[in-house]
């Protein structure tokens, strides 16, 4: 049995309260927004490049303790480290002892990308033994088809690989995005290529790849990339992407395709101004305020 406790605090308290009860002894911290689920909720979407973004003016702290902790004398402390004049309103709630593994495994059910891909979790069975199934299980790399950015991609892929295609995927993170390709019929051997400037997604890209039986050329981003492909997929940030406009656009065959997300709808024309000596983008599918725009190299 452990304790959940919540407290209330603004934008100015709510880190500096963080960080006081985790030296008090919590087991974890997180920071959430306290008008989630309303029309007041704010979005938050950091980019390397920005400020960062404030934290929300309603935010609720929410801290893990032991079960026997004295939560009275550790809210009261904490208050007085974070320089707060009095203790904030806070609530407990106790959690149970679950079965973590099963718990968390059932928040990843398949995915349906489209009849013909589907993204499915090791532990369930394909739902369509005949689709193309991609096994793929949440990790420390980014991409698993749940998010709206990285099923834009896959969608497009669907559409855009033909067999045969050499492509590269700047970005892998888990590799979803260059694994659906080369299990699409891009190829041979050699030609789909994935690149991150992480190491753990390369290890986890070459994992992925192994459990669904593709071969991958996996690269780190300070590595000279000396070919062109005949397809280049990005799903990074707006920012990353109009700074690697110049590289994306040298590993782009002329008549090449190209498919990039992580770009917000009202980003769309920055990006597109920043490819536009190399391509003109347009808007290909758009899905819960996200885009994935695409052109083909001049």
């Known amino acids: 049995m452990w304790l959940s406790v919540s407290f209330a605090a603004d934008s100015a308290q709510a880190e500096l309260l963080a960080d006081a009860l985790m030296s008090l002894g919590a ?4 920071l ?15 980019e390397p490049g920005c400020e960062p973004a404030p934290l929300w003016a309603h935010s609720r702290v929410i ?4 079960a026997d902790a004295n939560i009275a004398a550790i809210a009261a402390t904490a208050a007085v480290e974070a320089g707060l004049v009095t203790t904030p309103d806070y609530e407990i709630s106790e959690i149970a002892e679950q079965n973590w593994v099963q718990l968390t495994q059932a928040q990843f059910e398949p995915i349906r990308i489209n009849d013909r891909l589907w993204i499915v979790p090791s532990w369930h069975t394909a739902p369509n033994p005949g689709a193309v199934n991609l096994v793929l299980d949440p990790g420390m790399a980014f991409g698993t088809g ?16 033909q067999p045969g295609d050499s ?10 995005l260059a694994i659906a390709a080369a299990k699409l019929g891009a190829g041979p051997v050699g030609d789909v290529v994935g690149v991150d ?23 780190h981003s300070n590595q000279v990339i000396d070919r062109q492909f005949d397809i280049v997929v990005a799903n990074i940030l707006t920012n990353p992407l109009c700074v690697m406009a110049p590289l994306l656009a040298t590993l782009a065959k002329p008549g090449a395709r190209i498919g990039l997300s992580g770009i917000l709808a009202t980003q769309t024309a920055q990006v ?17 305020g996200w885009v994935l725009l695409e052109g083909t190299r001049r």
Do not use: K
């Open 32 to 46: 959430e927004d306290a008008d989630a689920g309303t029309e007041q909720e704010t979005p938050q979407f950091g």
């Open 167 to 176: 492509l590269i995927d700047y970005g892998c993170g888990s590799g979803i």
């Open 63 to 66: 801290a893990l303790f032991e």
């Open 197 to 219: 400037i992480d190491d753990n997604a390369l290890r986890a890209a070459a994992d992925n790849a192994a459990r669904n039986e593709v071969a991958l050329v996996l690269m």
């Open 146 to 161: 749940s998010h709206p950015t990285t099923r834009l991609c896959l969608e497009w892929l669907c559409e855009h690989v």
């Open 272 to 288: 597109q101004a920043a490819y536009r000596p190399a391509f003109e983008l347009q808007v290909a599918a758009e899905r819960e």
């Open 27 to 30: 087991l974890s911290v997180s």
